[in-house]
């Protein structure tokens, strides 16, 4: 922690992006009246030297001592966070550098708040009682969770996506400062992806074609057993189970979440996996990512749900042999699919498909779906990760649509399906786990919301 800041400090931990020029000296440029006429006023009060041209400020003198210049950006500043479009004289002090820092990083946040204060809230545990930072996306707030944690900073992450700050105001204010050092955030995932992947991989090297799912389903069985309220296997071989993590008002819509076990021939079993940067297949056979991919993606999805008591209502359904034309789906007993709302499958090709109908079978309307895509552009401003409505190729959903649940089928990354020249783009295939886990967290906000 430090004692004495220099002008770099002091505008960084005031929410600003300066710059150290090449004499030793600080430089910042502001684009927007709100961040000239709040600086230009902290400036007036703490009586500082400096020199501006428009928007270009150069500051070589002495700054004013930290109690001064921390007294007066308290003073000033709103504390009205909300949205993305944020300002620095909109956030309560220490967390100015913390939240600007973190957009500057694409962790998108929509409110901060520097503690509780009304005796309701005080009442509350005490390590969801002091300074916070709500996320946009469960995305953004995994990788802000994690960054703290590896910089040695106490925090924990609520079931409603804000980031609790366990630290002193010395503690916050130091916060600011390592965030300021950081060039890119996304490397803290690594350990994160890293645990999908070894569970996807375990998940590819089990044998299991249409007819012969057996082991597929009792190591489901195995795993599940600690994830799920309640899992069978029904008489099909088909592995069922529901999941309902409290936390919204009222009843809870319920979302069924599928993938197949079987896998198209047993030509890849056996076969070395292989891996250039992104891209898995196999040496010589199927990779089978159809549809195992999505089978390892559901559960990584229920790890985070557990993890961190996301609230949802969920039932899985992981079916046999669908790839002989969806016969365990339809073997599965209607009475497991009642109060479902809405069905998401991850068995598709490509990166950003939402499967909204075959050619001659709505699996829900186009309008039913939007939500989906407008979730995948929150998640990522890259227009080719914005995921779209499509016609797509027969699958489980069949049945699911049929008992007229609105059912989507959803692209989990892989291509060339039932050839030896299968693959997986791995990056896509960890985007659709975390626009899973954005699906499930909206219907359960809408649903809550409308009552």
């Given at each position: ?194 645990k999908r992947e070894r569970r996807l991989i375990g998940f ?248």
């Amino acid at each position: 922690m430090k004692t004495h800041y220099d002008w770099y400090d002091l505008l960084v931990l005031t929410g600003f992006m300066p710059h150290k020029d090449y004499m030793g000296g600080t430089t910042l440029f502001l684009h927007n009246s709100d961040d000239t006429d709040f600086l230009d006023s902290l400036l007036e009060r703490t009586k500082a030297e400096f020199k501006k041209d428009r928007g270009f400020y150069a500051f070589s003198s002495t700054p004013p001592t930290a109690s001064v210049w921390f007294k007066g950006v308290s003073e000033l500043v709103g504390g009205m966070e909300s949205g993305s479009n944020v300002h620095a004289r909109d956030i309560e002090f220490p967390l100015n550098a913390v939240v600007m820092q973190l957009k500057r990083l694409n962790i998108e946040t929509v409110e901060s708040c520097k503690g509780f204060h009304n005796r309701h809230q005080q009442a509350g545990p005490t390590r969801y009682r002091g300074a916070y930072v709500k996320f946009l996306t469960w995305r953004g707030a995994f990788i802000a969770e994690t960054m703290l944690k590896s910089g040695g900073y106490c925090c924990e992450l609520d079931p409603y996506k804000r980031l609790f700050i366990n630290e002193g105001t010395d503690g916050i204010l130091d916060l600011g400062l390592w965030l300021n050092g950081i060039p890119d955030a996304y490397h803290y995932r690594k350990p994160l992806l890293e645990k999908r992947e070894r569970r996807l991989i375990g998940f590819l090297d089990i044998p299991g074609v249409s007819g012969n799912e057996q082991e597929v389903g009792e190591h489901l069985m195995t795993i599940l057993k600690n994830r799920l309220d309640t899992l069978w296997m029904d008489e099909a071989g088909n592995v069922l189970g529901t999941l309902t993590i409290p936390g919204g008002r009222g009843d809870a819509p319920t979302l069924l979440l599928s993938a197949h076990m079987d896998v198209k021939d047993s030509s890849g079993e056996g076969k070395e996996m292989l891996r250039v940067e992104n891209i898995l297949r196999r040496e010589g056979g199927i990779l089978g990512a159809d549809d195992r991919a999505g089978i390892a993606a559901i559960i990584n999805t229920l790890d985070m749900l557990n993890q961190y008591r996301i609230a949802c209502n969920l039932k899985v359904a992981f079916t046999v042999l669908e790839e002989v034309g969806m016969r365990g789906a339809e073997q599965i007993d209607e009475s497991f699919f009642e109060g479902v709302t809405f069905a998401v499958s991850l068995d598709r090709r490509g990166e950003t498909d939402i499967v909204v109908r075959t050619n001659d079978i709505e699996y829900c309307q186009e309008t039913e779906a939007g939500f989906i895509s407008y979730l995948s552009k929150q998640l990522w401003h890259n227009e080719g990760f914005h995921y779209k409505a499509v016609e797509g190729g027969r699958s489980d959903l069949i049945v699911w649509s049929q008992l007229g649940i609105p059912s989507v089928n959803l692209s989990v990354g892989y291509s060339d399906e039932h050839k030896e020249s299968e693959s997986l783009n791995l990056d896509a295939w960890h985007r659709v786990q975390d626009l899973l886990l954005e699906i499930i967290t909206y219907k359960m906000e809408v649903a809550t919301r409308r009552r």
